[in-house]
């Protein structure tokens, strides 16, 4: 078991850049799959990123080329780097933990078994 807790968002003009960490305590972090989701007002949680064991990738479209997705297993932490943000970046972006799934439901927030409280990121025009 872990528990994921995010931190590093804020305000920042569109056009910026922003980074977000993720430090997960509990065991076995290594095994874990970990994506970063986020969630604007009114509208559902979408995936923005995911990271497997082995520091295989992915990426949403919208982020393809401006968001880079990291893990250090020696502190049990996963780093989202944003660069060039723009104003439909703005949410709170949530980190998740799942262990054992398959490459392809790295993007499915259903199969993620722990969750963190989020973090806000807005981004001003």
């Known amino acids: 078991q872990v528990q994921p807790v995010e931190s590093g968002g804020g305000v920042v003009q569109a056009g910026g850049s922003l980074g977000l960490s993720c430090e997960a305590s509990?065991?076995?972090?290594?095994?874990?799959?970990m994506g970063w989701f986020r969630q604007a007002p009114g509208k559902e949680r979408e995936f923005v990123a995911g990271?497997?064991?082995?520091?295989?990738?992915l990426y949403a479209d919208s982020v393809k080329g401006r968001f880079t997705i990291s893990r250090d297993n020696a502190k049990n932490t996963v780093y989202l780097g944003m660069t060039s943000l723009k104003p439909e970046d703005t949410a709170v972006y949530y980190c998740?933990?799942?262990?054992?799934?398959?490459?392809?439901?790295?993007?499915?927030?259903?199969?993620?078994?722990?969750w963190g409280q989020g973090t806000q990121v807005t981004v001003s025009s």
């Open positions: 998740g933990a799942a262990m054992n799934i398959e490459f392809v439901g790295i993007n499915k927030s259903s199969w993620y078994d722990y």
């Open positions: 990271v497997n064991w082995s520091s295989k990738t």
């Open positions: 509990g065991r076995n972090f290594g095994s874990y799959s």
